[in-house]
Nanobody
Framework: VQLQASGGGLVQAGGSLRLSCASSGDTFSGHVVGWFRQAPGKEREFVAG????????SYEDSVKGRFTISRDSAKNTVDLQMNSLKPEDTAVYYCAADRNVISSTIRDSRAYDYWGQGTLVTVSS
């Protein structure tokens, strides 16, 4: 599975962005797809994840109610709609996928074998 993340950019606080994670070479069927982010000087952290087949989702507490993860089976993408963005959301956002992620490890970046290249999101105050 080769992943490509896109959609990052510069936005003012309160604005919105939509990130997209596309897979080439394989479908997302049977995978868990997660979005992680890494701010300068900080560790990579879980943002949101979705189990492709069941559409069950999981969110990090600070983004609940603001971010929505969804799948598009026609495009074979997993999107992250980010609303009400805050300066603390500034980071490089990565998508990741793996077939073997279980509920207890969905927030653990070590559970994912496949990663996209990252897309930068900058939120100005």
């Amino acid at each position: 599975v080769q992943l490509q993340a896109s959609g990052g950019g510069l936005v003012q606080a309160g604005g919105s962005l939509r990130l997209s994670c596309a897979s080439s070479g394989d479908t997302f069927s049977g995978h868990v797809v997660g979005w992680f982010r890494q701010a300068p000087g900080k560790e990579r952290e879980f943002v949101a994840g979705i189990r492709w087949n069941s559409r069950i989702t999981s969110y990090e507490d600070s983004v609940k109610g603001r971010f929505t993860i969804s799948r598009d089976s026609a495009k074979n993408t997993v999107d992250l709609q980010m609303n009400s963005l805050k300066p603390e959301d500034t980071a490089v956002y990565y998508c990741a996928a793996d077939r073997n992620v279980i509920s207890s490890t969905i927030r653990d970046s070590r559970a994912y074998d496949y990663w996209g290249q990252g897309t930068l999101v900058t939120v100005s105050s």
